[in-house]
């Protein structure tokens, strides 16, 4: 009996199961390592079957394996590697095999590769990538996409090797750096296609803070690689992974929309890398003009259909600003700009900087709460003049679904805006159940957005 078991687990492993349904089934192998084992092998394929979607996803693990190391491998032919196979839900793991083994096991639709995180944002150890390439290529049954899965930076408390000899032990260098070298490299051997984990687990950062890593470089076991799954559902399937049904019991509805929003709009971004308006800082051309450079407002980046640019003095950011500083093209000056953006008639240029309001934290919402009706619950102000838009909108149904208890007012009502000094339109209030602001702002900066989502997430959170 226990040899009839194991003879119906071979045959799982190498043999598509019958029972799957008629529809197209997308494969996927990962060359990879522990960072894939991150990213694909729990969460992805329940993501893609709660949408619709099935997947075969193939995972090639050597833990801490580069990509020097993947292309030694292959003229080699060391049986170095574990290759993980999840079939119609149910992951199945064969140890010491080959990576043509691995190749050519299946009939991929999509192979992706990766570096070893250490290395992950050093450009000199990308230099047999363009032969691993060209290996899978001739090794695999038929053409397939290739995709480059970009990890993500180190926590900023981490002690793994690399952190400090190729970015400072600074989160924000890596993560610029994995961003540059990942578009410079992939550029140099035509692979269009990138999967943002590095962008996506960042995003998450921004609201869930830095506790998306188990170790300081391995994601966390529930959100952390959660996180990651989405961004790859997404770009896999090409469908938005917002609204998803699908997520881990030990993480709450509201963690998993974080998650979701995070990996779709790293992923929209990767899409879309010509989206104006985008900011001139320090020589580099931005998508989003950081909070610690004073700023034109341009709301959700949108104005009439046309490209709007705005250039900035130069400015030193801090690391928190560096987060949101990602930059698409390098440019000299602001000819390339005006080049980059068309003709003159269809592109603004308009030059910063520009002063917005701040209202100081902490102090006494100066109106009673109990004439709203709310008092004990968290609550939202946005002052604003006018209708809202479409992505402001969109924005305040996010705070409800982060929080989904606060209380929502959107008011232009005089008596708020004289009392409390407001000066820009919208400002954006967060006042805590016992009626003191824990976060105000005035614009709709994606920094800005962020710092109230934290603020809220946490409070909804914890009180």
């Known amino acids: ?82 290759y993980r196979k999840v079939v119609g839900g149910v992951k199945i793991t064969k140890n010491k095999v080959t990576l ?40 695999a049954h038929k053409p397939f996409r290739f995709a480059y899965h970009e990890t993500w930076a180190f926590s900023k408390e981490s002690t793994r090797i690399g952190f400090k000899e190729y970015y400072q032990n600074r989160q924000f260098v890596m993560y610029q750096s994995i961003l540059n070298t990942v578009y410079s490299e992939t550029h140099k051997v035509d692979i269009s296609d990138i999967i943002p984990c590095a962008v996506s687990i960042q995003r998450a950062r921004a609201i869930l803070g830095d506790s998306l890593t188990r170790d300081g470089f391995h994601l966390e076991k529930a959100y952390g690689r959660y996180v990651a799954a989405c961004t790859w559902c997404e770009y896999l399937t090409g469908k938005s992974v917002l609204g998803n049904p699908y997520h881990p019991e030990s993480i709450t509805p509201q963690m998993a929309y974080v998650a979701q929003k995070s990996a779709h709009e790293a992923s929209e971004m990767q899409k879309a890398q010509d989206i104006t308006p985008v900011y001139y800082i320090n020589g580099d051309f931005y998508k989003e003009c950081p909070q610690s450079v004073e700023y034109q407002l341009m709301q959700c980046h949108k104005a009439g259909g046309k490209k709007i640019m705005t250039i900035n003095t130069p400015a030193e950011l801090p690391d928190a600003d560096r987060f949101y500083a990602i930059p698409e093209f390098k440019v000299k000056d602001a000819a390339l700009l005006k080049q980059l953006a068309g003709t003159e008639d269809n592109a603004k240029i308009v030059k910063g900087p520009a002063a917005f309001n701040q209202i100081t934290n902490s102090k006494e919402f100066p109106f009673s709460l109990d004439d709203a009706g709310i008092k004990g619950k968290p609550s ?84």
Not at 26 to 40: E, H, P, Q, R, T
Not at 403 to 417: F, G, L, M, R
């Open 100 to 139: 043509k083994e691995i190749i050519q096991d299946d009939e991929w639709d999509v192979i992706t590769v990766q570096q070893a995180s250490p290395y992950s944002g050093y450009p000199p150890s990308f230099s047999h990538l363009s032969e691993l390439m060209n290996y899978v290529k001739t090794t």
């Open 380 to 463: 939202v102000f946005v002052l604003k003049k006018g209708r809202l838009s479409e992505c402001e909108t969109a924005e305040l149904e996010m705070w409800k679904k982060i929080c989904p208890q606060a209380e929502i007012n959107v008011t232009s009502a005089k008596t708020y805006i004289k009392q409390l000094n407001i000066k820009e339109f919208p400002t954006m209030i967060l006042v805590d159940k016992d009626g003191k602001i824990r976060q105000s702002f005035a614009g709709t900066t994606r920094q800005k957005c962020d710092q109230m989502l934290k603020e809220l997430f946490h409070m909804c959170r914890y009180e």
């Open 1 to 82: 009996m226990r040899n009839m078991k194991s003879v119906i687990t071979v045959l799982l492993f190498f043999v598509c199961v019958v029972s799957l349904p008629a529809q197209k089934v997308l494969k996927v192998l990962a060359i990879g390592n522990s960072f894939s084992v991150d990213a694909i092998e729990q969460n992805l394929y329940e993501l893609a079957h709660a949408q619709g979607d099935s997947l075969v996803i193939g995972n090639a693990y050597i833990g801490g394996c580069t990509i020097d190391r993947h292309w030694e491998n292959t003229y080699n032919g060391k049986t170095d590697y574990s």
